[in-house]
């Protein structure tokens, strides 16, 4: 991290219980925003980063929320979310820059992505040499998964794509048509989030081999329309050769995957950042 930052962020603490247990690994710098003079809370991120290393990776987390609610914070003083992500990977050597973004109907989709580009671009602009993977939940998974597969919705908000190195959707919605299709409730989630035209949005119309590595994650006992979409999704994937891993917690709920960060429960945070260190690897 530059200097000048690192000094600034120096005085950033924070009160949780979290806190209080990683304080001699993590350093945390809360509330930081991501774009220059901005007065909206939810265009701010938290940064965690692993005390004592000169150079490490970088997690850029997007929460999810239907695209319409929710926030970095949610709940944060009665179950932890969404620090616990930072703080569990952070002691793992990853920084994790855990982001707001404008919600829907407030904004567009396509604000609200933007707004996700623009806290990635702080992340490069603030961390140096950063090597970053790009993970998020549910909607959250899907922004995640739809940068992946539609990397130039990135590069013309000016984000520097050759410095991801990964992504790492965690229970994503991939097609929002099947999601819509799937309740009552969801079609009009999905109308009032994308409109008509749920294809250009849905990361399955864009699938292809010419993709980063992936790791897509989902509960053994996830949401039934995701248990019905994600597995043929990621066999799909695997058949056009793409480069992608495969993780199905057996037991673990929809809400499970980012409840148990950094709890003995935790079956995804290992794996997240397994992940993240072998994508990063100057090898790779």
Request: glycine share 8%; proline share 6%; aromatic share 8%.
């Amino acid at each position: 991290m530059r200097a000048a930052l690192a000094l600034a962020l120096l005085a950033g603490c924070t009160g949780t219980m979290e806190a209080f247990f990683a304080q001699d690994v993590v350093d945390e710098h809360l509330d930081e925003p991501y774009i220059p003079g901005t007065s909206d809370p939810r265009q701010h991120l938290d940064l965690f980063v692993p005390r004592g290393l000169a150079s490490y990776p970088v997690v850029v987390f997007i929460h999810g929320g239907s695209w319409l609610h929710q926030s970095k914070d949610y709940f944060q003083p009665v179950v932890g979310l969404y620090r616990n992500v930072g703080i569990a990977l952070a002691r793992r050597g990853i920084a994790t820059a855990v982001i707001d973004y404008r919600l829907v109907p407030a904004v567009t989709f396509a604000q609200q992505f933007d707004d996700v580009a623009r806290a990635i671009r702080w992340v490069e602009e603030h961390v140096q040499d950063a090597r970053i993977v790009i993970a998020g939940h549910s909607a959250g998974g899907h922004i995640a998964a739809l940068a992946a597969f539609d990397e130039v919705r990135l590069a013309v908000t000016g984000v520097d794509t050759s410095a991801i190195a990964g992504y790492a959707p965690l229970s994503p919605i991939l097609d929002l048509q099947q999601m819509a299709d799937s309740s009552t409730d969801n079609a009009a989630i999905a109308t009032q989030v994308f409109g008509a035209d749920l294809a250009f949005d849905s990361p399955s119309t864009h699938f292809s081999a010419a993709v980063k590595p992936l790791l897509i994650a989902l509960g053994g006992n996830d949401v039934p329309f995701l248990l019905d979409q994600v597995p043929p999704a990621v066999q799909q994937l695997q058949m056009l050769g793409a480069p992608v891993t495969f993780d199905q917690v057996p037991g673990r709920t929809h809400d499970d995957l980012v409840l148990q960060f950094d709890t003995d429960d935790d079956a995804v945070g290992p794996a997240l950042a397994a992940f993240v260190l072998a994508v990063t690897s100057s090898g790779s």
